[in-house]
């Protein structure tokens, strides 16, 4: 069955009354004080078609979501090897901010979606773009189609406050050899992708290329090639929901990636692309009512990788 | 494109040459003695075709594979949340028989398919069934269709004299209240499904309920629902195939099951079932000609999960 | 100054108000019931002079204090290299029953006062004595002077209904080659010796060895070197208190092994052995007012190693 | 017996022969370039005799064994729960430089000489004195009696081009509130510490406040209290030699700190101080020909704690 408005509006209505069971993102005031009611969803099919319910149009923080964009431009720029001896593809079974593993393991990051991989990931950008701040926001910009798209400077601004622990992470790869630039202004490019403002339909179309073999359906230009899409529907299926890959694999079945903010974005590769925004969180930090509906969207349209 | 005949023997032969780049697994003499040669492929298509190249015929020790079909009988007898209470789903980020991670999430094990919690689907099994073993010994006769399948009682005997490390994990288990019966019959029935001797032929005919939503190809019976098919797909393909589920996911794109003995079953959902053989093992204990096998088969014919 | 009968019993009463801000063990019924009021200290100098306050006489069960004496034991059997390669001498840095770091250090326990190195030290016994738990029995009451000392059969059988934490501490061991024998048994004596009877002034004379150069105040016999009774003292100022080894050399300042039976046995070498009894307990599982009566007893008399 | 300058000279010619067996620290070219064949010792007694032998008069980096001045700064500065509920007192049973207890135990270091430890002590300096590197200097240089006593710059900017490690663990701290300054500032003091340049006699005349119950022997002025005194002889006793705090207490059996400059200075409470220098490390980072000298004259002298 193709999804429909009428589907994603009986989720919505279905998905509303979990609010209130989880707990929105309080470490910074910007995160804290965005309404827990507020519930979206967007589906952009490889036909082109978007369809909506709820506050798929509203702009909110899109956080860790932006690691996967990340990832893609330095897919974009550098070799395969470039990348992957810098950080790993495993599942890390960890908090994404942890960095016993990464002391364990030499300061190398098991995958780009916890921090220190992600960290790795704006490390290389910073080695090779003259401005990689702006080079991202001309990318999702352009991707999206909407050109309003900005940084939200006091988030991002309040994320420096409270970076020690990922200072503490890229001067422990640093002492690793694996980190190459000045922390800071890596760190602050870092947070200003975190900061990105994105609403459910931006992301739905941003991400288009990953449910149609790299080719964004809005823009038509590819952006990655076939083979390049796989494997990163493949690393966002295994390490993309923080410590909670393999629950939203079981429930969801689809190659994801969340934030804090209470976004994430699912992909049905050679089908559609899909953007759930719920801001209250479940234990592993992946928006609760945004998961279920994602949940319940899998079991309507009987549509999962699986 | 579908796999043909042709496709697969020129696998087979293009693989060859990494024989010799892998190691056996040497724990035991009676898998140490398998010669480093082996190789064979079998694909089973949900029509009921069965392709095959090499060594595609030859018992060998399905090892850790059995996790799959162990859990798939818990499945089958337990509700979710018995199960699921008892052990996670999440991958471990650490060696297969690690007890650190055990120690520190208090006897519940991450996933069913690192030892411990296999070794819990084995209690559980050991609880609710008056001979798992013959049990399972039917189960996997039936599905196959071969009736010669038997347990390798030298296998068996071998890894019960080097049981210590899985028993210090079931002891540590029931020191939290997550095991319940005898630590010696568990152990020696989960070290029997181990020793399940089965070809290639034999694995692919029996996993293929994975392939085609809960329902085995070969006997047209139900082994389980369209949803626990979903849900134990994606369980492998997050969990599957030990600290190296990532890279597979990178590489191949299919939900998999591995075994130190060097085989490997791999799902195309809705359209067919893979297994490969290989004993020399690469640095995640996973067969290293064998996942370079169905990398290339998944390339050639097109078909992953992404 | 020289303790006196006075001191102590000042003393006494003055750490009294402290009970009922510990916690009594309570893992197994046999230790949870014995009354959290009873309050004893014993002082045996080097003259042979016993002084005493409270319930010092009266027995209790001496738990992890018996480590020091099959520790002991062990010095008298083998070389030194035999045991210090099986067990280091290194404080631990963890709780007494991880197996965390007996992993990561490949199964040679830190120090032999952790229940791990004293299943070492148990296991040592086991292949050199014929019939260790007498030996052992015969051992504490030739030196204390006490034949009625025995075994409190409950204590044990309960210990050995509560095993699986230590089982699985022994086969871990058994997995790396570092333990010889068969489990069962070998925790049998182990928490036999756990489950010794003794009173604070059995205690302070079997320990007083340790405090006159090896050689037994009470029967005059030499039991280990002076070199070897240096040796013994340094790893218990730095590994006889649990984890909180740091605390209690910073605030009594003498060498000591503690039981969560209450339990505490302090040197001063050169001049006396103390042992006091108070079965609650604080968070590192060191008897609470014992600790503090130490603490009072080396500020008033004036002596500690430091 | 009393040590003198023929025992002196006897065990330097004794343990002479080990040079050859360590390792010089190289991870700073200014200590990797000091001469491995530098072995000095000096004996400073209560009553005011200086005992040398071999390399005693010269200078060289002390690294480590500034974190016991430190600490004696931070002591006659702030109450003890002022420091005490920002650093532990337990040995650590890690290496000096790991974060994974750091961020397991919430930004708490567990003693104040593994890194994590002494760097909350310089914070603690940095929050309380106006110019603490002048302080420590003019300190060190009152209780030696040599004004001669200077940091040396190459070492303290070297430590600076390799101070990622440090930085993360501090950043670290800084996440669980655990640390008030700024980082470089605070690192850089810290390294300046390290970097004090000191010879065998210097080193044993400023410690004898720990030998003399915290009145300093050469200047007679009192630095701390008795108790203090004890405590920190304690702290020293089970947290002094990094990771090897047990064997050294097995093998010497004196409070002391070790730095990785090849120095270690020892205490004999009530009778001395000594200090002894030789490049080449252990294991465990300790002078390997120092700890072997040490031991060879608490044996010859029949002096120790214990």
């Known amino acids: 069955m193709k999804p429909t408005k009428q589907i994603l509006s009986t989720i919505i209505s279905e998905v509303k009354p979990l609010i209130g069971q989880g707990k929105v993102a309080d470490y910074i005031p910007a995160l804290a004080n965005v309404a827990n009611s507020k519930l979206g969803i967007a589906v952009y099919t490889n036909d082109g078609e978007v369809i909506t319910a709820g506050d798929a149009d509203e702009a909110f923080s899109i956080q860790s979501i932006s690691k996967a964009l990340s990832l893609t431009l330095a897919m974009m720029l550098y070799k395969p090897e470039e990348i992957w001896q810098r950080v790993g593809k495993e599942p890390s079974g960890q908090a994404f901010n942890s960095l016993i593993q990464l002391e364990m393991e030499h300061g190398i990051p098991r995958n780009p979606f916890i921090n220190a991989g992600a960290i790795v990931v704006a490390d290389l950008l910073q080695s090779r773009l003259s401005a990689p701040r702006q080079r991202l926001l001309e990318f999702v910009r352009g991707l999206s189609g909407d050109s309003h798209i900005v940084y939200d400077k006091v988030v991002a601004a309040s994320e420096m406050m409270h970076s020690d622990r990922n200072a503490a992470i890229a001067y422990l790869m640093r002492s690793f050899g694996n980190f190459n630039n000045e922390v800071i202004p890596v760190l602050n490019n870092y947070f200003h992708a975190c900061a990105l403002k994105m609403s459910c339909v931006d992301l739905a179309k941003t991400f288009s290329y990953l449910a149609n073999k790299g080719q964004s359906v809005h823009t038509k230009k590819q952006i ?79 549509r999962s990788i699986f």
């Open 224 to 302: 990655i090639t076939p083979t390049q899409t796989k494997q990163l529907n493949a690393l966002l299926a295994t390490c993309g929901l923080y410590d909670g890959a393999g629950e939203f694999a079981y429930r969801v079945g689809m190659p994801g990636k969340s934030g804090v903010g209470g976004g994430i974005v699912a992909i049905v590769p050679g089908e559609m692309t899909i953007a759930v925004w719920s801001p209250e969180l479940d234990k592993s930090g992946n928006s609760l009512a945004g998961t279920r509906a994602l949940e319940m969207l899998s079991e309507r349209i009987g």
